[in-house]
T-cell receptor, first 110, second 115 residues
């Protein structure tokens, strides 16, 4: 069983829709990361959070440490948001042992 | 925070050749790592780059195939040796600072295609 699981695997939305991507993890963590991987392969770090909520523009990330769950929300989605979104968490024994989810492929249609 | 850059961002190489990928961090970091993402797969740790000593490789990865250097606290290289089409992947450099708060940083990745 993957220690970091994302859902859905694929998501298609119409421009303007509110998007939610979920991440569940089975390991105790100090922080969780959300990454965005563009169609060309380039990776951008969106958020690192250890509690509560963070917002950057139209992106919002929340985490519930007790429930071992995080969500990434995109408000007013746009075709340029089309990318793979990956959550990642350090392993249980070592912050250096990063575990990655399989990614959620988001396609936003105009 | 730290910003990580990688060179090249992408390359197309012939089988049997080697490619060295550079990773530069704009501030001193404690740990540096190299990951591989094969097509359709999630990221897998290749090795931890140790400053001034040999890298620590994960199971399935060996130094002869993926030699790594880390001459100082801000720079590391990964070489993909004697490439085959199976090496076509995205190679990602990552780093962390183990201070308080702990922070992890990710490079933009290098897309390698081997023909």
């Amino acid at each position: 069983k993957n220690e970091v699981e994302q859902s859905p695997q694929n998501l298609t939305a119409q421009e303007g829709e509110f998007i939610t991507i979920n991440c569940s993890y089975s390991v105790g963590i100090s922080a969780l990361h959300w990454l965005q991987q563009h169609p060309g392969g380039g990776i951008v770090s969106l958020f690192m959070l250890s509690s509560g909520k963070k917002k950057h523009g139209r992106l919002i990330a929340t985490i519930n440490i007790q429930e071992k769950h995080s969500s990434l929300h995109i408000t007013a989605s746009h075709p340029r948001d089309s990318a793979v979104y990956i959550c990642a968490a350090p392993g249980p024994y070592n912050n250096n042992d990063m575990r990655f989810g399989a990614g959620t492929r988001l396609t936003v249609k105009p | 925070s730290a910003v990580i850059s990688q060179k090249p961002s992408r390359d197309i190489c012939q089988r049997g050749t080697s490619l060295t990928i550079q990773c530069q961090v704009d501030s001193q970091v404690t740990m540096m790592f190299w990951y591989r993402q094969q097509p359709g797969q999630s990221l897998t740790l290749i090795a931890t780059a140790n400053q001034g000593s040999e890298a620590t490789y994960e199971s399935g990865f060996v130094i002869d195939k993926f030699p790594i250097s880390r001459p100082n606290l801000t720079f590391s290289t990964l070489t993909v040796s004697n490439m085959s089409p199976e090496d076509s992947s995205i190679y990602l450099c990552s780093a962390n600072s183990q201070g308080v708060p702990y922070e992890q940083y990710f490079g933009p990745g290098t897309r390698l295609t081997v023909t």
